[in-house]
Antibody, heavy 117, light 109 residues
Framework: QARLVQSGAEVKKPGASVKVSCQASGYTFTGYYIHWVRQAPGQGLEWVGGISPNGGLINYGERFQGRVTLTRDSSITTAYMEVNNLKSDDTAIYYC??????????WGQGTLVTVSS | EIVLTQSPATLSLSPGERVILSCRAT??????LAWYQHKAGQAPRLLISAAVNRASGIPARFSGSGSGTDFTLTINSLEPEDSAVYYC???????????FGQGTKLEIK
């Protein structure tokens, strides 16, 4: 069945960058958007952005425009999210998810990104 | 930007009871609304899509209703494993933008 597997936890210093990967299997990777959602400690879910099946259309949540870059590589069925100029309040669990007709299913297991000096 | 407001924020109920969770949008989203269940340490799980459609494998005691700006998720015959945070999510506009409600934390005593 469809499955997304994300890269492992990261610890970064303020001002650094982080790149999280999300490898898909069990479905046609080139047929669906991939989205990223984060959950900061004690907070709810927040949409980061989404990338179209061919990578030609990328949308970002207002807070993430200019600091987050989404890409994907169909040859290895993997999507990536890079966050630049990390701040302490970027500490969160980042999830990738496949969009199926406007909804997110399935989701990756989540990647904890910790930003600390 | 469409904002989703969920109520109540938290609640505690007993097994076998029925609960109705609310999600209200600041603008008409039609039926572009989903519900997710999120347990600590796990990935969120899609429960309901297009406001009323149960996702694959979701028990029949979960049901969704509503359209426009007012939506509800009903869970009948609560079970202990229903303890989780429940989120609504909408999609709107072009290019499409997405947002989540702030969540309702449900505890089964």
């Amino acid at each position: 069945q469809a499955r997304l597997v994300q890269s492992g936890a990261e610890v970064k210093k303020p001002g650094a960058s982080v790149k999280v990967s999300c490898q898909a299997s069990g479905y046609t990777f080139t047929g669906y958007y991939i989205h990223w959602v984060r959950q900061a400690p004690g907070q709810g879910l927040e949409w980061v952005g989404g990338i179209s099946p061919n990578g030609g259309l990328i949308n970002y949540g207002e807070r993430f425009q200019g600091r987050v870059t989404l890409t994907r590589d169909s040859s290895i069925t993997t999507a990536y999210m890079e966050v630049n100029n990390l701040k302490s309040d970027d500490t969160a669990i980042y999830y990738c998810a496949t969009e199926r007709q406007n909804w997110f299913d399935p989701w990756g297991q989540g990647t904890l990104v910790t930003v600390s000096s | 930007e469409i904002v989703l407001t969920q109520s109540p924020a938290t609640l505690s109920l007993s097994p076998g009871e029925r609960v109705i969770l609310s999600c209200r949008a600041t603008q008409n989203v039609g039926t572009f609304l989903a519900w997710y269940q999120h347990k600590a340490g796990q990935a969120p799980r899609l429960l309901i899509s297009a406001a009323v459609n149960r996702a694959s494998g979701i028990p029949a005691r979960f049901s969704g209703s509503g359209s426009g700006t007012d939506f509800t998720l009903t869970i009948n015959s609560l079970e202990p494993e229903d303890s989780a945070v429940y989120y609504c999510q909408q999609r709107s506009g072009w290019p499409p933008l997405y947002s989540f409600g702030q969540g309702t934390k449900l505890e089964i005593k």
